[in-house]
Nanobody
Framework: QVQLVESGGGSVQAGGSLRLSCVAS????????MAWFRQAPGREREGVAA???????RYADSVKGRFTISKDNAKNTLYLQMNSLKPEDTARYYC?????????????????WGQGTQVTVSS
């Protein structure tokens, strides 16, 4: 059974940094594509960053140059380093995984999801 557990969210001021973690279990971590999504109140869930099985990455335009996605296969852990945070980054952030993904930032491509962790950025 695939299980994803996020942590690392919190409240920061604009310009600050946070690092999110997602610990995965129940599957061979290195074989899956993984991604971070976020959802703000009243808005659709959107792709933030994704990492393919080969380590290639993709980012939403809104976070390019500020966020970095990475993974540690030995620890079965996915990370999202978020720098220069803005109030518009405020959302609940979700980890997602699936073995076959064509569009890495498309939420409909992923069948496995964590419960999310809240990020709040104040101005």
């Amino acid at each position: 059974q695939v299980q994803l557990v996020e942590s690392g969210g919190g409240s920061v001021q604009a310009g600050g940094s946070l690092r999110l973690s997602c610990v995965a279990s129940g599957y061979q971590f290195s074989r899956f594509c993984m991604a971070w999504f976020r959802q703000a109140p009243g808005r659709e869930r959107e792709g933030v960053a994704a990492i393919n099985r080969d380590g290639s990455t993709r980012y939403a335009d809104s976070v390019k140059g500020r966020f970095t996605i990475s993974k540690d296969n030995a620890k079965n852990t996915l990370y999202l380093q978020m720098n220069s945070l803005k109030p518009e980054d405020t959302a609940r952030y979700y980890c997602a995984a699936d073995i076959w993904v064509d569009a890495l930032l498309d939420r409909y491509e992923y069948n496995y999801w964590g419960q999310g962790t809240q990020v709040t950025v104040s101005s």
